[in-house]
């Protein structure tokens, strides 16, 4: 289990897991199908400068860090730097959360140097994750983006979409950012009608994840549809149509993500079961 904390416990941390990053890349060696993070002798043997270190908390009884490499500094033998997308499954589930924890305060550390207000260098507050400004005492916390994601049934169909960013040509059920001072069910309803010109009644919350690409929160829903044809927004959605729970099925996201989790659900579900539904 992982308890997050702010302060570094005073002894020292050689004993800790270090997740050493070169921009979005997360150093590991492979091993096998497997990857693992590099011992604490091979970071030090690399020259990394430990004290950069962001303090992320524990998990069991183990100490935990984040640290941002130079540019300019190679990979171990035999060890590289690989993103998070292709860790999926190859580095211990806590592992990979507390990754993207990491990769998320170290882009936050990056890009809060300067109060965004007057424009004077930040520093670290003493007692909170934030960025404060000593000269108007702006803090600025790590950002994150909430994004709603919906599976819109009609009775044993479901709608996916292709959209035009995702690469290869992939289908996946309708997702869209909060705006400021929506809800999120207003949210859902909005991007479903502004995506492909449909009405969703019985918005449910389904589940949540942490999507750290770059900084994103993913909140899932399950809607029913209600009215209207398919139309599509064209400079956003390549293709979108009904598919049945019992028939073919295009290219679905990976089970990273919360979209299959979504999916399978409903696939999952049986005929004439939809009207009480349970979310998991
Ligand atoms: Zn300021």
Known sequence: MFVPALRPPTDAPRAAVWFAFQRDRLLVRADGERAALLEYADLAAMGVDFEAGHYLGRLDDVDCYALQLDDALGP???AAFEGLHALYGRLPDAVFSIAGRAIQILLWDQTHRFCGRCGQPTVNAPAERAKLCPQCGLLSFPRLSPAVIMLVQRGDQFLLARNKTFAGGFFSV?????????????????????????????????????????????????????????????DEIAEAAWYSRHGELPHLPGKLSIARRLIDWFLEQERGADTDKIAP
């Open 174 to 234: 309708l997702a869209g950012f909060v705006e400021p001072g929506e809800s999120l069910e207003e949210t859902v309803a909005r991007e479903v009608k502004e995506e492909v010109g449909l009405d969703v009644v019985d918005i449910r919350y389904f589940g949540s994840q942490p999507w750290p690409f770059p900084h994103s929160l993913m909140i899932g829903f399950t809607a029913t549809y209600a009215s209207g044809e398919i139309r599509l927004q064209e």
């Open 76 to 78: 171990p033998h035999e």
